[in-house]
């Protein structure tokens, strides 16, 4: 891996592979399901939601009244944006296609 993170151990790994073995979204369900708690599954889904807006240049305000997120959090993703792995655009572009 040329990636360098700080996350690296066999146990992430394992977990990253096994997130790769999925093949439908029902799969992704039943698998998050298990390992997350509905609250964690939801934030995360709304942090996707607002690094995408913010891809799309929308304003804080926007993200806020269309997501319910807070401005820390809105602020929080654009520096991941900014100064981050790049791990959104890298899934968010690969979208596009």
Not at 42 to 70: C, D, N, P, W
Request: include cysteine.
């Amino acid at each position: 891996m040329s990636y360098e993170t700080k996350l690296k151990s066999d146990e992430t790994d394992e977990l990253f592979s096994s997130i790769l073995t999925l093949d439908s979204l029902e799969d992704c369900y039943r698998f998050f399901e298990d390992l997350c708690t509905v609250k964690e599954i939801h934030a995360m889904a709304q942090r996707f939601e607002v690094a995408k807006l913010l891809i799309e240049h929308r304003t804080y305000s926007e993200i806020e009244s269309e997501t319910g997120a807070s401005t820390a959090t809105i602020s929080r993703i654009n520096r991941t944006l900014q100064y981050g792995a790049d791990g959104y655009r890298r899934v968010i572009g690969s979208q596009d296609k």
